[in-house]
């Protein structure tokens, strides 16, 4: 199978894919079909493409009408040019079907723990969660919940929790969302890092960050 890989940057060059958005190594669209039976017969039809094209990617069909594909190339571990051929494949089919994209309701988030010996204590949570560990983070193997990864200290943190989330949001709707956890009784610790990312914390000093794939290869 013939195959190029894609960064962000590049596959955010290509023209006619604008039903997409990169997230953590991936394309995700939403649709909504108008119905549940439509939304249904949208899957099948992308179900179809991909099997003629031999390439598989993770669908998600919710009440009322919406359909949720993510696109990524498991023998690459990350976006190639097969990718971008289906996506625009499967926006013609949602096109034809008369389902409306939503581009920028896609996000990603994942579990991050401050540690000083990420080995000491990635046993314990890959076995509470039930994730395999891949090359250092855990992932459920039904690609659902949350992945997790560490993120190593020299030094412990003092007054700082252990945990934060990373929510990955399309980076064409990145400040509204700091914006609006500003708004709702959040606090700006940095912008240092942005476009990459932003670390916001609520009233009691949890930390969450939002990221994008902007400015980093991540």
């Given at each position: 199978?013939?195959?190029?890989?894609?960064?962000?940057?590049?596959?955010?060059?290509?023209d006619g894919l604008d039903d997409w958005r990169f997230l953590l190594g991936a394309i995700h669209a939403h649709f909504r079909?108008?119905?549940?039976?439509?939304?249904?017969?949208?899957?099948?039809?992308?179900?179809e493409?991909?099997?003629?094209?031999?390439?598989?990617?993770?669908?998600?069909?919710?009440?009322?009408?919406?359909?949720?594909?993510?696109?990524?190339t498991h023998a690459t571990g990350g976006l190639t040019t097969?990718?971008?051929?289906?996506?625009?494949?499967?926006s013609s089919l949602a096109t034809t079907v008369g389902a409306t994209a939503e581009p920028t309701v896609s996000q990603g988030a994942e579990i991050a723990i401050d540690t000083l010996d990420a080995d000491?204590?990635?046993?314990?949570?890959?076995a509470v969660l039930g994730y395999n560990d891949v090359q250092g983070n855990l992932v459920d193997p039904l690609r659902i919940g949350p992945p997790m990864w560490f993120q190593e200290m020299d030094e412990p943190r003092e007054q700082r929790?252990?945990?934060?989330?990373?929510?990955?949001?399309?980076?064409?709707?990145?400040?509204?969302?700091?914006?609006?956890?500003?708004?709702?009784?959040?606090?700006?610790?940095?912008?240092?890092?942005?476009?990459?990312?932003?670390?916001?914390?609520?009233?009691?000093?949890?930390?969450?960050?939002?990221?994008?794939w902007q400015d980093r290869s991540r």
């Open positions: 199978m013939d195959y190029t890989r894609l960064s962000a940057d590049e596959f955010a060059a290509l079909a108008g119905s549940f039976p439509g939304a249904a017969a949208l899957v099948v039809a992308i179900a493409a991909a099997e003629a094209a031999q390439h598989h990617p993770d669908i998600d069909l919710r009440y009322p009408d919406r359909v949720h594909v993510v696109l990524t097969l990718d971008a051929q289906l996506a625009a494949q499967i000491r204590i990635r046993p314990f949570w890959a929790q252990r945990f934060h989330i990373d929510v990955t949001v399309p980076h064409d709707v990145a400040e509204a969302r700091v914006s609006a956890a500003l708004a709702a009784g959040g606090t700006l610790m940095t912008d240092r890092f942005a476009r990459s990312w932003w670390v916001l914390a609520d009233a009691d000093g949890n930390e969450a960050c939002v990221c994008t």
